[in-house]
């Protein structure tokens, strides 16, 4: 996080309910309440108000800010569950799809501080009305909901006049070896990541806002995480795959913004003339990796041990003693071989092996039922937000699929790349640069 | 819960990493100090312990009992998500069975203790030695862990011996008006319900009872739930379903062992003969009900009350004030036409309309993704426990498939029946009565 950002509403309460005052009697008698009417007028009342800190908040119910220069959940301390939807825009009207996106801010901004997703909420407008939230997350803290937007590639095509406007770095991820993509698991013209601390809170978020796109959007895909794999935080400590193994120590963390500027954070100087509203923005990149857990399961320590680079019960680069140890690729073990084997993955992922390339990965596994033959889909999906995926993710990621030893335990069936915006500044709306 | 249950270990700690007592230094060197050997050994050396009360744990990361005269994760406070897998059996060799189930008890008594699922944990038996746990959810606390397991009608042919022991109550389900069954997500000789407050140790545990399983059972079909839609504990506050509505508010609760008796656990006269070993245990049906929740949101408000039967923001009885309120079938509106509509799910589903049936409901909320046409995949994975599915769960739901108009909005595509065995005791393993 380089700076302050502006909390959008008066910290007065955490829950939906509270927010809303709605007392017992009144909704039952199907009367709202609401703290807010429309757009302007909800975006006027909200008070610019003290700084927030990028580390964690008090609790893991509270709101996190959802204005500033940066969208949340980026940088964000990661919280514990992700719904991430990808979305195809299914209308040519560009008035339609700038009024969602407006429509979009408005609802998210509400959700994020624990309101519903609009005034009137469950009770909708009398009892003929029909209710403007869905009502699952009624009563339940903002449990740190944060809800980020990205625009994929394909909506740079002919249909909303925003050819001229794509930035240069938002193009197709180019195919890597092993890749077995399957396209209804990957692309989209339109992504939101909720990320939330509460799973219910993350899909009502979701789940609200694919309503509101009713007509003009369409779900290409979805994907449900939990156990986020990646700290983003020195706040937090660092969580496990579905390997056992720790993953993502040597992530950027939140508390290094010089770092954040310079691997995260689009600068003006990259984005020139017509993409300049992609200045303060971040490219997101998704990747669903399915993991052969049932293969890894058995194989022994060492080989575990050896595919990561880490040990495998504290995390410490193999031949040393602690998780945040720095890796010494130069260290050679007993047998006079390096001790971090050349085909390892942290090594190969390494920024010193990689001319200095990181990446913020902000990732989470999944468990999606059974694969049909006997076995668990699980694995990762792999988020990670970059200041530019040309000279980031993808050399990374054709160091990784050459090299790396791990893949043959691991599988990319899902692929994605969408440019998120900067942060919605008092009075604006998601995009509002690249639609003004 | 209708006696006090042993608690198999002291409470020294929770954490999978303190129970074990592993140091950095230990772990590191792949040396393992577990708490305990092979099976007699640990349930040998874990005591008799005080009695533990029914209700909620101190904290949600506490463990709960795994032994006693009922199954934990029955009556147990719900906890906030789960993890469901059903498998078949795929070798016809009765011991090898058998051992599977002594190992699982111990595996899975061990993991609701916040321990690895085996001594050597995930640092195995040395470097060349395969680790003994996955790992994923190492230094995690215990979080409520919960794991029970039932036996299919399947698993009662000819295969293992124990047609003869096939309780009566145990029958395929007969089909429901309006099913749209998915074989690959019906049926099973076994499941296990994994339920904590937290999902990675809900898919540890499956998974490593699923790998403890190799070459015995294979995966059929899987299920991860979230925001329990049933409080069983008067402790709990009733969470919302998909609907945005409260659910369960009338659900059976642990807090009175008198109606659980009457409607949950099999008693001795159930069960005579051969079927004896299922004395102490219960039914569990399973029910993958996919919610159409783009049609429901477009659904007016009094509509979406009527249909279920209450208020959407209190959880009142239509026509009272208060959630706990009982509901009043006789009451009538301003229009002289029943407060609550003689379809309304609520009408249909009460005891008192049911010549007094009551079911304990254990569900939970689920999103898998899309459907492939622009929907989310969600709706309620639907877990009830009665103490007799023929005279309960079926006449239930009969007549809910023929006239509630939920029906409009809910489509069940997945089905199962398991009967789960009553509790184990020291020195037994799940199932031990049936196969002894």
Redesign the interface.
Known sequence: MTGPIPQPQPASGVSRRGLLG?S??A??A?VAVGFGGGYAAHAAAAPAAEAAPATAPASLDAPIPFRGPHQAGIVTPAQD?V?FVALDVVTKDRALLVDLLKRWTRAAERMTVGAEAAPG????G??????Q???????LPASGLTVTIGFGPSLFDDRFGLSARRPAALQDLPAFRGDDLDP?RSGGDLCIQACAN???VA?HA??NL??LG?GVV???????G??RTSSTSTTQ?T???????KDGTNNLKAEDPAAIDEHVWVAPADVPGAAAWMSGGSYLVARRIRMH??VW??????D??DTIGR????G?PLGQ??EFDEPDFALKGADNQPAIPVDAHIRLAHSSNLGGIKILRRGY?F????D?V???D?GLFFIAFVRDPGKQFVPMQQALAAKDVLNEYIEHNGSALFACPPGVAEGGYWGDALFA
Do not use: C, M
Not at 126 to 131: D, E, F, L, S, T
Not at 218 to 224: D, E, F, T
Not at 297 to 302: E, F, I, K, V, Y
């Open positions: 709605v017992a009697g909704a039952a199907g569950r719904h909420g469950v009770v909708g009398g009892p003929y009305g029909v209710p939230d869905t009502g699952e997350a009624y009563g209804a509460d799973p219910q899909v979701v789940r694919v309503r009713f369409s779900v290409r895909w979805s994907q449900l939990f156990g400590t969580a496990r795959n579905l390997f056992g193994f857990i049932e399961d058995r194989t022994n320590l060492q575990q041990q040990t495998k019960a504290v410490a003693e602690k596994n468990t999606d039922g059974t049909g006997g076995h668990l699980a």
